[in-house]
């Protein structure tokens, strides 16, 4: 399959672009300098690449960056999405697209309405969150209203090597490596509390694969382990495999302005389709990111 993949250069679109080339795929990228903000430019780009699947991952991914710039994240994340699907819809013939958004676009659940399932309604308490929910919302229409068939992808939180350390895992194990580098050290941390569904990006890129070739069209599906784990636990499990004894502090700058106490997912949906499961535990995970920060 010829596979087009935007954010082919970010750290999902990087082991994406891997995983498709070693399964036999044909992965097409979009130039370097083309901005997805350019409707005219993108749509020249796809049309030339004249892709039969888009797995559409370029945007603005972190959560707190968009609490220090809501607009730009709206542009990126949405209003580059519309361009994308608008782009897609004019080749002939017109590709598959997954578009990946986020378990963020769910919000604050109660205990006893989890695991979430995708029938929950939008709930965003972020502005990263509610761009991937308007982004969901052009791919639903653009079924809809135009026969696009666009599979939709809910990803939970996931992690590996090459993350960047302005997320939560590869933030605090490069505090941890830094910490067994000298001895001795004090962590600052933000909210440990916090319960997420973490899986390995390997497991989310064989996700995605599934999804754009058996995905049915206008659905939309979580990508997650079915379990949460305590950020706490995290870092515990970080400072274990390190061999690390280190003083943690909170450090309030970095909390968010509105957190979600628990986030996790249903997979069964995504289960029933395609008998994808997780296949690669926490404790691998964590260890590779340590070693890929102490490299």
Not at 21 to 48: R, T
């Amino acid at each position: 399959m010829r596979v087009l993949v935007t954010g082919s250069s970010g750290f999902v679109g990087t082991w994406l672009v891997a995983h498709l080339g070693e399964s036999g795929d044909e992965v097409l990228s979009l130039p370097d300098s083309l901005d997805i903000l350019d409707s005219a430019g993108l749509e020249a780009a796809v049309q030339h690449a004249s892709p039969e699947g888009i797995c559409h991952l370029a945007g603005q991914a972190s959560v707190r960056a968009s609490w220090q710039d809501p607009q730009a994240t709206y542009q990126v994340n949405t209003l580059g999405t519309a361009h994308l699907v608008a782009a897609a819809a004019a080749c002939s013939p017109a590709p598959r697209v997954l578009l990946v958004s986020s378990a963020e676009v769910y919000g604050r659940v109660a205990v006893e309405d989890l695991p979430i399932a995708e029938d929950r309604p939008f709930a965003p308490p972020s502005p990263y969150g509610a761009s991937k929910a308007a982004a969901e919302l052009i791919g639903l229409q653009a079924w809809l209203g135009g026969g696009l068939e666009v599979v939709r992808a809910r990803p939970f939180n996931h992690t590996g090597p090459g993350q960047r350390e302005d997320f939560v895992v590869p933030a605090l194990a490069r505090q941890v490596v830094e910490a067994g580098r000298a001895g001795a050290g004090t962590l600052r941390v933000g909210n440990l509390a916090a319960r997420r569904d973490l899986i390995d990006v390997r497991d989310v890129v064989r996700a995605y694969r599934l999804l754009l070739q058996q995905g049915d069209p206008g659905e939309v599906y979580n990508v997650c382990r079915g379990t949460s784990v305590a950020v706490s636990e995290v870092l515990d499990r970080l400072l274990r495999l390190a061999g690390v004894d280190a003083h943690v502090e909170l450090d309030p700058a970095r909390l968010r302005p509105a957190d979600v106490p628990d986030l996790r997912g249903d997979p069964t949906r995504l289960h029933e389709l395609t008998g994808w499961r997780p296949e690669v535990d926490l404790d691998t995970t964590l260890s590779e990111v340590l070693r890929s920060l102490a490299g």
